[in-house]
């Protein structure tokens, strides 16, 4: 395993990092959820992100649980907030009341002290930045955070975060989450030139695109039972990609990477890891050999040419937008 700084901070994080979204504590049971996680940290993987939305707060729980035997030092964790977590108009958003609230719940579900990065999940319209800036500020001066970053900020919501921060000589952004794969490519026009200038790393998630990038799913085929595309709880994102088009070009990408010795979740991975923005892109697992798979991807090197074909093929698709 390969690891990389998280922007501009000291902080390394593995080039892969293990998520918990729409699996732990909802689709895969707390047990094998733990295993996952061990075996992860076994690979060298030292990044686990979670978040109190997911199963709410449940995958917060599995996560706590499944790293309590490891030493403290060892591992980066990772949460955030944003949405809501109950009916009352303070248990959501970014103001200062939910972000001190939501935190102190955090930790308690993770049985930690301390988290090492803390995210705002989205973008709050209804509170000043310089509100939520400060908050977070006040966490790191606690103690209760060591850094925070933000998840699917646009460049300019980066850049007047970055801005308020650096005239009230607060601690800076550290991160920021956006979903970045193959097909959706939107952060390379505006947000990773922003975050690089700001020293912001992104820690990506969706590398594999709810799967479509394994090449499992093949155009004019019903899709494979017990995959994520049939689990009706979660195909409203994955069903947006199964469009012949794409799916044809995934086929295309999938011999490109069986002529480089490469699965095709592996060439997708290394793709994402061409950029030096990237400090680390967030893969999730139902089973401890998706990850062998994956972490293979770690190191590996695309040359030139590789990346021209690549573009040749996605650029037959560089209008795809999916639900997600």
């Not at 403290?72 to 109950?86: C, D, E, H, I």
């Not at 994520?228 to 012949?244: E, F, G, L």
Request: proline share 4%.
């Amino acid at each position: 395993m390969n690891y990389r700084r998280l922007g501009n901070s000291g902080l390394k994080v593995s080039e892969i990092g293990l998520g918990s979204w729409l699996t732990y504590g909802e689709s895969v049971d707390s047990k094998p959820a733990k295993e996952i996680i061990h075996h992860a940290y076994e690979l060298g993987i030292n990044f686990f992100d979670t978040a109190n939305a997911y199963n709410q707060g449940q995958a917060e729980v599995v996560v706590g649980e499944a790293l309590k035997g490891f030493s403290r030092s060892s591992y980066v964790l990772a949460t955030k907030l944003y949405f809501p977590m109950g009916d009352a108009p303070n248990e959501k958003g970014l103001s200062r009341k939910a972000i001190i609230e939501q935190c102190d719940a955090s930790l308690k579900r993770l049985g930690v002290d301390y988290i090492d990065l803390y995210q705002c999940h989205r973008f709050d319209e209804e509170t000043p930045v310089e509100e939520t800036i400060w908050a977070l500020n006040d966490l790191v001066a606690q103690g209760k955070i060591l850094y925070y970053g933000v998840s699917e900020w646009n460049a300019d919501q980066i850049k007047d975060a970055a801005a308020i921060a650096r005239q009230r000589n607060l601690r800076p952004l550290t991160s920021n989450q956006p979903i970045y794969n193959m097909l959706v490519r939107y952060i390379e026009k505006e947000v990773l030139p922003v975050s690089m200038e700001e020293g912001l790393g992104q820690v990506v998630f969706s590398p594999l695109a709810q799967g479509i990038l394994t090449g499992k799913y093949k155009p004019g085929q019903a899709v494979p039972e017990n995959s994520r595309a049939a689990n009706d709880n979660i195909n409203t994102w994955i069903n947006s990609y199964m469009q012949d088009e794409v799916l044809e070009c995934i086929q295309r990408l999938d011999k490109i990477a069986d002529g480089q010795g490469l699965k095709l979740s592996q060439l997708a991975i290394a793709w994402i890891l061409r950029q030096s923005g990237v400090s680390s892109t967030i893969v999730g697992a139902s089973r401890p050999a998706q990850l062998d798979e994956n972490v293979k991807a770690a190191g590996v090197s695309l040359s030139k040419e590789t990346l021209e074909e690549i573009d040749s093929v996605l650029e037959e698709i560089n209008g795809f937008v999916p639900i997600w």
